[in-house]
């Protein structure tokens, strides 16, 4: 059973850069998988944020490529966040999350496994 | 501003059937790319529901099934259950612009 664990700040100041992790236990993240990032702003919807695929391929949200890192460390079976120039509006909950399927379910595919999620203040 | 709208909410009484629309455009649904489904409990991350518009995961009753035709896709809960109240999500791939994965605006279901 794959699960995923996010980590980081819980506190982030404006204008400054939000580093999340995640950690997958009970897979491998070079397995035939993309990996993602989505949030939830209290009480809002779900906005995806972008994907990555073990190789370093990435896809990102048009509306936050700017500003959005995404990136793998298959040594320690994990992924990482860094979105910058934050504001208050985005504050969210971060859920990582597995994509099922192989390199082609990339932009098209679901997701099958979710971490439980972070929240994320941005304030000074 | 999301490019799938779907209604703020839904109710009905427990054993009753409720439906929830999914409406896209020519972009995401219309193009014919597949819709999935997930329902969030309260204080939870959300579960994946249904995959490729109809399929439903191990595990997740068949009172739950979805469909899709032209620009919308729909998600019928038979038999509804106290359980089964939660927010519910659809999610496409939108061709616009440079591309992206979409969620829908959300449903709150209500069991009265």
């Known amino acids: 059973q794959v699960q995923l664990q996010e980590s980081g700040p819980g506190l982030v100041k404006p204008s400054g850069t939000l580093s999340l992790t995640c950690a997958v236990s009970?897979?491998?993240?070079?397995?035939?998988?993309?990996w993602s990032w989505i949030r939830q702003p209290p009480g809002k919807g779900l906005e995806w944020i972008g994907e990555?695929?073990?190789?370093?391929?990435?896809n990102y949200n048009p509306s936050l490529k700017s500003r959005v890192t995404i990136s793998v460390d298959k040594s320690k079976n994990q992924f990482s966040l860094k979105l910058s120039s934050v504001t208050a509006a985005d504050t969210a909950v971060y859920y990582c999350?597995?994509?099922?399927?192989?390199?082609?379910?990339?932009?098209?595919?679901?997701?099958?496994?979710w971490g439980q999620g972070t929240l994320v203040t941005v304030s000074s | 501003q999301s490019v799938l709208t779907q209604p703020p909410s839904v109710s009905g009484a427990p054993g009753q059937r409720v439906t929830i629309s999914c409406t896209g455009s020519?972009?995401?649904?219309?193009?014919?790319?597949?819709v999935h489904w997930y329902q969030q409990l309260p204080g939870t991350a959300p579960k994946l529901l249904i995959y490729g518009n109809s399929n439903r995961p191990s595990g997740v009753p068949d009172r739950f099934s979805g469909s899709k035709s032209g620009t919308s896709a729909s998600l019928a809960i038979t038999g509804l259950q106290a359980e089964d109240e939660a927010d519910y999500y659809c999610q496409s791939y939108d061709s616009s612009l440079s591309g992206s994965k979409v969620f829908g605006t959300g449903t709150k279901v209500t069991v009265l």
């Open positions: 009970g897979g491998s993240i070079s397995s035939s998988n993309w």
């Open positions: 990555i695929y073990h190789s370093g391929s990435t």
């Open positions: 999350a597995r994509i099922a399927g192989g390199y082609s379910s990339g932009w098209v595919g679901y997701f099958d496994y």
């Open positions: 020519s972009s995401n649904i219309g193009a014919g790319y597949d």
